[in-house]
């Protein structure tokens, strides 16, 4: 479920509860119109308790945080008196990133996805792959391969997502 705003003939912005169902778009309910930015931020409000209010609530995967434990690191050694000051190398210029990813983020879905039986179930590494990207981004099978790109994981061709998905069938 989400918010939808859309323009009426009046002018005014109507407040709306939809939901995607086989592929189209279905509201759910109208919450009201609204003429001014203060009536709008009060019907988006009444709209998300209404959402709140119908279930939508959070996946309790029952899971504690674990912290790893490391030992101390040592104290350095006192410095002497009259040092000479250490040598700073020198930068060949400014920093500059050269790519990211969230591969945390992959590995923690993996490791919640593993714990909870359905790669024994399943058995296909694709089609958990497939999983972990429609959870961090609810998005198309062709898309999901970018989104597996950008958590780190080598792309590979939408063919073997469809393969997966027989595969499990």
Known sequence: MYLRHVRTASGATAVQVAEYRHGREHV??????????????????????????????????????TYPVREPTPAPPPAALFDPPAQVPERSGPARVVGTSARLLYDTLAGVYDSLGFHAAVGDDWFRDLVIARVVEPTSMSDSRRVLEETGIPPVHRNTFHAALRRCG
Request: aromatic share 2%; net charge negative; charged share 20%.
């Open 28 to 65: 759910l309910t109208h919450i009201g119109s609204a003429h001014t930015q203060a009536e709008l931020g009060i019907l988006d409000a009444r709209a998300r308790t209404w959402i709140a209010g119908e279930g939508q609530g959070e996946l309790d995967l029952g899971l504690e945080p």
